[in-house]
């Protein structure tokens, strides 16, 4: 049987095979951009690590997550996060020392000061002065793996006058604090890992 289309004549053969070269391209074309989706929400994944899954929580779906992270590499991307010099790194240090050394006699001012700290060291580095969300998400581009701990200690230094913490929470949190303040000091990661994405 023959079929007139646009001008020509095809045979069912030739609308079969048709049929089927574009199922197939479609199939391809499909199985592209899953392929493509998979490759981005892993490297996304790989670079954000805790921080990928607590922004799919917030935001519903991975996709505006990983829309959200890509905003937030977008932002400090624009931003002129330095390195410290020689001078402001000991003095960055020395200040820690003593933040540190007043934790036996005054815990809950030396967690105080080291979220200041944390805050004053950021500051210096080149991050804007902004609602802690909106740093915590400026500091995860190029510190992801501690932003669970910059959280949770956060959450103690501020809870401290409103609901007593217990001892424990006060160690934690100045031992989270440490880790971040290490972090801090060091090189963010290379953009090379963003380029994966």
Request: hydrophobic share 45%.
């Amino acid at each position: 049987m023959n079929y007139y289309f646009m001008g020509y004549y095809f045979t069912t053969d030739q609308l079969i095979a048709a049929t089927a070269v574009l199922v197939v391209l479609i199939l391809v074309a499909i199985g592209a951009y899953v392929q493509r989706r998979t490759a981005r929400t892993l490297a996304f994944r790989n670079r954000f690590g805790t921080e990928y899954n607590r922004a799919v929580i917030t935001h519903g779906s991975a996709r505006e997550a990983e829309s959200n992270l890509a905003d937030r590499e977008t932002r400090v991307e624009a931003l002129t996060i330095r390195e410290l010099g020689v001078t402001e790194r000991e003095r960055f240090v020395t200040e820690w020392h003593t933040v540190q050394s007043r934790f036996v006699d005054h815990p809950r001012l030396a967690v105080t000061e080291a979220d200041d700290l944390i805050n004053a060291l950021l500051e210096a580095r080149g991050y804007p002065q902004a609602s802690f969300e909106q740093r915590a998400a400026d500091v995860s581009v190029h510190y992801p793996r501690v932003m669970e701990d910059y959280r949770s200690a956060h959450s103690v230094a501020v809870r401290l006058g409103k609901v007593e913490a217990t001892t424990e929470e006060l160690r934690t949190a100045m031992i989270q604090y440490r880790a971040i303040f290490d972090d801090l000091l060091r090189a963010p990661e290379p953009a090379a890992a963003k380029a994966a994405a």
